[in-house]
Nanobody, 124 residues
Framework: QVQLVESGGGSVESGGSLRLACAMS????????ISWFRQAPGKEREAILCISHSDTIVYFADSVRGRFTVSRDNDKNTAYLQMSSLRPEDTADYYCATEGEYEDCGDGHGMNFWGEGTSVTVSA
């Protein structure tokens, strides 16, 4: 069973940066695409970014383009979401997820495995 655990959330001032981590256990990250989602208070969950198992990066949300990026360290079995120029509207719970082995990023739907999430608060 694939398990994902997010970490790195916290509070930051507007304009600041955070790096979230998504650690996979049970299987080698090498074969999995990792998507990142967020859910702001009172809003629906939103797909924001994905890094495929072949290191292709897909942006689902234009609001983060140029500010957020994703990477992966297969040796550490961990994917990362680097967030810069943070804004109060980036405040949300952030989740990583994967559809399954050898699946590409797709359209951000159909995830089968989810982490528990980590909270990010950006103050003005």
């Amino acid at each position: 069973q694939v398990q994902l655990v997010e970490s790195g959330g916290g509070s930051v001032e507007s304009g600041g940066s955070l790096r979230l981590a998504c650690a996979m256990s049970g299987f080698p990250l090498l074969y999995y695409s990792i998507s990142w989602f967020r859910q702001a208070p009172g809003k629906e969950r939103e797909a924001i970014l994905c890094i495929s198992h072949s290191d292709t990066i897909v942006y689902f949300a234009d609001s983060v383009r140029g500010r957020f990026t994703v990477s992966r360290d297969n040796d550490k079995n961990t994917a990362y979401l680097q967030m810069s120029s943070l804004r109060p509207e980036d405040t949300a719970d952030y989740y990583c997820a994967t559809e399954g082995e050898y699946e590409d990023c797709g359209d951000g739907h159909g995830m089968n495995f989810w982490g528990e999430g980590t909270s990010v608060t950006v103050s003005a």
